[in-house]
């Protein structure tokens, strides 16, 4: 077990989005893991999709770096924590090397995140339609920012060997960076996609043998041991981080439960969240909407993430019994908070992509309805419209949406109903209203990580009792 200011990271990001990124992590952390490490995963930005396949890979939860939501302080004590006890860490990043944010800035981009931690960087580079070209791209990503390490490259979709290395060759000789490895053109090698991105891993038909057969082919045609070396020339994280113990509640002290629905139409959460929720004095327990379950009887809060309620709209209206204790929970206005699919179900009713509409929880007013075509993706801030769950009236927090759905009311919503005030990360970005908050009841499309504001899980966790 190697300190966690010293820990050896690697950064692995794309030339571009659809590079086979998530591919290549999972296959090196699994590869690593058969070489007797403890490798801590990462992804960077506000993804819930591709973790799922290094949680599998790593056997330990992924964690995400968002340098958005997060300021940089918050990012590296919570990378620190996360590694106490690995021997290595794996960071996936986000879209291309330099996408971020903005248009103008790094903030949030990988190359920021990298440079942040300090981590070298392995290129990957989609070389299916080029041959020196690729070196093209290297050369460019190289001289677009000299104060990266970027300190290799990974080639994938290769035609052939002798592709892989005249690319390579190409590459040494234009750049200097060397090849550390290369994946043939392998549909057997690549997951599978649909509206949110990748099929998350406990959806795949067989992620285990998936992410194994990525891993053979890295033990076969990467210079693991380079990899390795690589990692360990990041030395010591920059600056003086000082993590925070995980606070152990005393046993026997009443700790109220928040129920968190948890199967594969609600999979989409921050592991710190749970956490921090945990940490603050919560007790959390896990039920299955899917399987008919609904909140324990004991529940004081009930905690619906995002995920696919769309392709579930049968199961979901069947389970009465969910409904009914949400009902409950809401008659006493005990604390629900629900992000993006888990604000779904709690409207009046879902129409999925064939038009049918399935009855829902029925405690905000109006409906959700799926559409072909992208609804709304982005960072975004939010200005709480009036004191809720998680904030006071006035205070800023920020978020992420991605959907393809729209919340669709008969008449406007009362003042008194709207949660938050929301724009995007230009200044010139229009304001919006969105999201439903009465009494305890905070519901929107927002996806918020609790890290940002030490108060947020105190202030939910605080609600239980009241």
């Known amino acids: 077990m190697t300190p966690a200011r010293n820990i050896p990271r690697i950064v692995i990001a794309g030339a571009a989005s659809s590079v086979g990124k998530t591919t290549i992590a999972a296959?090196?952390?699994?590869?690593?893991r058969q070489q007797g490490l403890v490798v801590q995963p990462f992804k960077c930005g506000p993804d819930y999709i591709d973790p799922s396949y290094h949680e599998r890979a790593a056997g330990r939860p992924c964690r995400n770096l968002d340098a958005w939501m997060l300021d940089d302080t918050?990012?590296?004590?919570?990378?620190?924590r996360a590694c106490g006890d690995a021997d290595i860490a794996v960071i996936e990043g986000v879209m291309g090397l330099f996408d971020g944010c903005n248009w103008t800035d790094e903030r949030a981009s990988t190359a920021q995140i990298a440079k942040l931690l300090g981590a070298p960087v392995l290129l990957v580079v989609d070389i299916g339609g080029a041959a020196r070209s690729a070196a093209a791209v290297v050369l460019g990503c190289q001289h677009f920012d000299p104060d990266l390490a970027l300190r290799g490259v990974i080639?994938?979709?290769?035609?052939?060997?002798?592709?892989?290395r005249g690319c390579s060759e190409a590459i040494r000789a234009t750049t200097r960076l060397p090849a550390l490895g290369w994946l043939p053109r392998d549909s057997r090698l690549q997951i599978p996609e649909r509206h949110l991105?990748?099929?998350?891993?406990?959806?795949?038909?067989?992620?285990?043998?998936?992410?194994?057969?990525?891993?053979?082919?890295?033990?076969?045609?990467?210079?693991?041991?380079?990899?390795?070396?690589?990692?360990?020339t990041a030395g010591a994280l920059p600056g003086a981080i000082e993590t925070q113990p995980v606070v152990h509640h005393q046993q026997g002290r009443h700790r109220p439960i928040i129920a968190v629905a948890r199967d594969a139409a609600f999979c989409f959460y921050y592991p710190e969240n749970l956490e921090l929720l945990s940490e603050a004095g919560a007790a959390i327990e896990f039920f299955s909407p899917l399987r008919g379950e609904a909140p324990c009887p004991d529940a004081a809060g009930v905690y619906l993430g995002g995920g696919y309620p769309e392709l579930h709209g049968p199961v979901l209206a069947s389970n009465a019994g969910l409904w009914r204790a949400l009902k409950e929970l809401r008659a006493?206005?005990?604390?629900?908070?629900?992000?993006?699919?888990?604000?779904?179900?709690?409207?009046q009713g879902l129409i999925d992509r064939d038009g049918r509409r399935w009855p829902m929880a029925g405690l905000i007013p109006g409906v959700v309805r799926?559409?072909?075509?992208?609804?709304?993706?982005?960072?975004?801030?939010?200005?709480?419209?009036?004191?809720?769950?998680?904030?006071?009236?006035?205070?800023?927090l920020r978020g992420h949406e991605f959907r393809y759905s729209s919340w669709v009311r008969d008449e406007?919503?009362?003042?008194?109903?709207?949660?938050?005030?929301?724009?995007?990360?230009?200044?010139?970005?229009?304001?919006?209203?969105?999201?439903?908050?009465?009494?305890?009841?905070?519901?929107?499309?927002?996806?918020?990580?609790?890290?940002?504001r030490a108060e947020i899980a105190r202030r939910f966790v605080a609600r239980l009792s009241k």
């Open 27 to 32: 296959g090196l952390i699994a590869a690593l």
């Open 74 to 80: 918050q990012l590296l004590e919570g990378f620190s």
């Open 155 to 164: 080639l994938n979709f290769a035609g052939s060997e002798g592709h892989a």
């Open 197 to 232: 991105g990748l099929v998350p891993g406990s959806e795949h038909g067989d992620p285990d043998m998936l992410i194994a057969q990525v891993a053979a082919e890295i033990n076969l045609r990467f210079d693991i041991d380079a990899v390795i070396e690589l990692a360990r």
């Open 332 to 347: 006493r206005d005990a604390p629900i908070y629900a992000e993006c699919g888990g604000f779904m179900v709690l409207t």
């Open 370 to 396: 799926m559409a072909d075509k992208l609804a709304a993706l982005g960072y975004r801030h939010a200005l709480a419209l009036g004191p809720n769950l998680l904030t006071d009236d006035g205070n800023v």
């Open 412 to 452: 406007p919503l009362a003042a008194e109903g709207l949660a938050w005030q929301m724009r995007g990360t230009r200044a010139d970005s229009p304001a919006d209203c969105g999201g439903f908050a009465l009494g305890n009841l905070l519901a929107s499309y927002l996806h918020i990580h609790f890290g940002q």
